[in-house]
């Protein structure tokens, strides 16, 4: 059984780009997360959809970012445009909620990026 | 607002030792879910083991087990019998609802 999906692995791009990341689910989940990493912040929670709606993006840091789920088996995340304090490590997760029951998040291999 | 605290930025043990990693965390709700992920150096994040704040038995998964003291707000990993395969970040995490909120992190060490 395939696991959370992320592409592009590793991301080199020069300030002023569009960066788009891309995340696949683990098929039957619902509910889909968008974290960053970086040393000063730790992991942080992005954005979360549920049901391919989202549900808090209190954590997108500003305009410049954006995430869509235009489909149960597909999420972007779209930083435009890019600056080098966007460099970090940038995870997609899933898991499978149901009512009051959230089961576990499981945690793509993560989309690192650095932006010069 | 609900933070999680890991005091031990790094760790070290013998291997085929046991090691506790520390985690405390902060809330005012009473159904909440707490976790343990392991990021080794190729950053995947891998679920160690996850506890229900409404079950009072100890989570346990092969050589990890966690004590859980739900009064005292804390939540260790205690790992048995050491290897080399568990040099890695350790992250507490505690989720309420669909968020979950990452600790610090600890690092450990496995010493040959």
């Known amino acids: 059984d395939a696991g959370v999906i992320q592409s592009p692995r590793h991301e080199v791009t020069e300030m002023g780009q569009e960066v788009t990341l891309r995340c696949k689910p683990i098929?039957?989940?619902?509910?889909l997360f968008w974290y960053r990493q970086t040393m000063m912040r730790g992991l942080e929670l992005l954005i979360y959809?549920?049901?391919?709606?989202?549900?808090?993006d209190s954590g997108m840091p500003e305009d410049r970012f954006s995430a869509k789920m235009p489909n149960a088996s597909f999420s972007t995340l779209k930083i435009q445009p890019s600056e080098p304090r966007d460099s970090a490590v940038y995870f997609c997760?899933?898991?499978?909620?149901?009512?009051?029951?959230?089961?576990?998040?499981?945690f793509g291999p993560g989309t690192r990026l650095l932006v010069l | 607002a609900q933070t999680v605290t890991q005091s031990q930025p790094e760790m070290s043990v013998q291997e085929a030792e046991t090691v506790t990693l520390s985690c405390t965390y902060d809330?005012?709700?009473?159904?909440?879910?707490l976790f343990w992920y392991k990021q080794p150096p190729s950053r995947q994040m891998i679920l160690v083991i996850r506890?229900?704040?409404?079950?009072?038995q100890n989570a346990t998964e092969n050589r990890f087990s966690v004590n859980f003291q739900k009064a005292a707000k804390s939540f260790s990993l205690k790992i048995s019998d050491s290897q080399l395969g568990d040099a890695a970040m350790y992250f507490c995490?505690?989720?309420?609802?669909?968020?979950?909120?990452f600790g610090t992190g600890t690092r450990l060490t496995i010493i040959p």
């Open positions: 997760a899933s898991s499978l909620g149901v009512g009051r029951i959230r089961e576990t998040q499981y």
């Open positions: 098929s039957g989940h619902n509910s």
């Open positions: 959809f549920n049901n391919n709606v989202p549900i808090d």
């Open positions: 809330t005012s709700e009473s159904d909440y879910y």
């Open positions: 506890q229900e704040a409404y079950k009072q």
């Open positions: 995490a505690y989720r309420i609802n669909e968020k979950l909120t």
